[in-house]
């Protein structure tokens, strides 16, 4: 039996800074204990979605690594911070739980928007949805009652105080679905 290889689902991103990342855990623990989502996001996976290539064969990941090289030497380290809560979705049932992406916001749009043309002379399709920076906490929303009152209160209680970092590299991170993390970095591109 000929079996094909399987090609790999692949996205770039910026990695949450780990004390950041163990803040948000924190949150996200108190969080879970009232908001019912089927599926909470591994802390180790957190990050800030760039670009979502999907399925790529082999012979493009050189491409792609050639042209985050170059994207990197334009820039330098990001400053970020996390803070509130929101749903993408219908608000009775939302599909995702994220927390917002605030501080150097124009940056990071230029940063997005630089891969973003230069994947498409690859080939890549271009997203067509304007940019939404976030850091996805949970998905599948699987409660009876509307999560809106409560998302409003766990976001005053817990959410508003900004957790900053400074956003260092971009990754380019393979999917592996049914793992815990998820994500695994292929390769790191540090800012000049």
């Known amino acids: 039996m000929n079996l094909a290889p399987i090609t790999p689902h692949l996205f770039i991103a910026i990695t949450i800074a ?9 949150r996200a623990k108190r969080l879970r204990e009232q908001a019912p989502f089927r599926k909470w996001t591994h802390p180790e996976d957190l990050h800030i979605t760039l670009k979502f290539l999907g399925a790529v064969s082999a012979e493009r990941i050189a491409d792609i690594h050639s042209l ?8 330098s380290p990001i400053s970020i911070s996390v803070a509130g809560l929101g ?11 994220w927390t917002g992406v605030n501080g150097e916001i124009e940056r990071l749009r230029a940063l997005q928007s630089d891969i973003e043309r230069k ?12 940019y939404s920076p976030h850091v996805t906490l949970a998905k599948q ?7 809106e009152e409560l998302l409003r ?5 817990d959410w508003q105080e900004p957790l900053a970092f400074q956003a260092l590299e971009i990754v380019l991170f393979e999917s592996h679905p049914g793992k815990s993390p998820m994500y695994e970095a292929l390769a790191h591109f540090p800012f000049i």
């Open 153 to 157: 209160q766990a976001a005053e209680a």
């Open 87 to 97: 749903t993408f979705g219908l608000s009775t049932s939302p599909r995702i739980l």
């Open 18 to 26: 780990d004390d950041v990342k163990n803040q948000v855990e924190a």
């Open 119 to 130: 994947l498409e002379l690859l080939g890549f399709t271009k997203e067509n949805r304007p």
């Open 141 to 147: 929303f699987i409660g009876v009652a509307s999560p």
């Open 68 to 75: 985050l090289s170059d994207t990197v030497e334009h820039f």
